[in-house]
């Protein structure tokens, strides 16, 4: 009985913040200047990135009921748990990551852009809380040809306390498979199936990873730890890194059915020098894969989803719009 009250309490913060939003926008003219940039491209260069970051700062603060003086780019930490649980990029790569996607949005259709720069929003996690909704929000304010009324309406859906729910929810988990797919044959992967997930890694590996029993260096169960959720990555780190220095062949050992990477001997082999250098290239995959989805909006004929049945952008907007129905009709 005693979290019921709490619950209530955040529940009515989280509408008044909402109310906020809605404001605060609605104030500054941010829908009609939204559609002013997407009708007349040329105005974007009086809207800098820098004022861009600013602006996504400013409303995620107001979001997250954070006073002025403390609003900031705060994810340095972020890791995502639950059903989509990974580590998101690096946070020193956020910042060109999100610079990159703004620099495409007049690269890609007025329509798609409001799915494109949400998206990358929500997948870099600039944040430490609040990045579905300023996502929502921006997602919001770049769709096109709507208005004024629409525009407050779907606004506060956006950022309302079931808004994942009842707005369009610009989630790049949804794609996240497709995308590990096109990044593991990059590396060399090779896949037994085109159209499912089955991916053969290198003939001589029965499995990835060996037991991590014995491990005792901070690196080494960092490196373990980050491994339970994101597997594919590490291996390609660091069997990449491992075979290019010549010290693969010391820090495996045999495994029913060929030999796997042995955390055990990497963590009595490996220098501090060697780890930093893997956790490089991790990060590295972290950040080719929002590249991706960015690039999937830019040259869409060049990225397939899973199956190879649409290209990757159309089957993202398509699955977004898809579990909005969904939940709409429970």
């Not at 400013?58 to 780019?73: L, M, P």
Request: with cysteine; hydrophobic share 35%.
């Amino acid at each position: 009985m005693e979290n019921i009250p709490q619950q209530i309490n955040e529940n009515e913060l989280r509408d008044q913040q909402a109310e906020k939003i809605v404001n605060f926008l609605t104030k500054i003219g941010a829908h009609e200047y939204a559609q002013k940039l997407l009708s007349h491209p040329e105005e974007k260069n009086d809207f800098t990135f820098e004022k861009f970051k600013d602006f996504l700062v400013r409303i995620n603060g107001i979001a997250r009921d954070i006073s002025i003086s403390e609003r900031k780019a705060d994810g340095e930490t972020v890791y995502l748990s639950g059903f989509d649980e990974a580590l998101v990029p690096q946070h020193a790569d956020k910042e060109s990551i999100l610079q990159d996607a703004y620099s495409a949005l007049y690269k890609v259709s007025s329509g798609d852009s409001a799915y494109m720069l949400p998206a990358v929003i929500n997948a870099v996690h600039l944040f430490a809380d609040g990045n579905g909704r300023t996502s929502r929000i921006m997602h919001t304010l770049l769709e096109k040809d709507q208005s004024a009324e629409d525009f407050t309406k779907k606004l506060r859906r956006a950022v309302e306390q079931d808004g994942r729910r009842t707005s369009e929810d610009i989630n790049p988990a949804i794609v996240r498979t497709d995308v590990d797919k096109i990044i593991l044959t990059r590396h060399g992967t090779r896949f037994e199936n085109e159209k499912d997930w089955s991916p053969v890694f290198p003939d001589s590996f029965g499995l990835l990873f060996a037991s991590s029993e014995g491990v005792i260096s901070p690196a080494t169960k960092k490196f373990m730890e980050i491994r339970r959720t994101d597997q594919p990555y590490c291996f390609i780190a660091a069997q990449e890194y491992l075979q290019e220095q010549n010290k693969l062949s010391e820090n495996v050992r045999e495994v029913q059915g060929g030999i796997a990477l042995s955390p055990a001997q990497m963590d009595r082999n490996l220098t501090e020098t060697d780890w930093d250098e893997i956790m490089k290239r991790y990060y590295a995959l972290k950040k080719e894969h929002v590249e991706i989805l960015i690039d999937a909006f830019v040259q869409p004929d060049v990225y397939k989803n899973l199956d190879g049945s649409m290209n990757l952008k159309d089957y993202f907007i398509d699955q977004i719009r898809k579990r909005l129905q969904e939940n709409q009709e429970q």
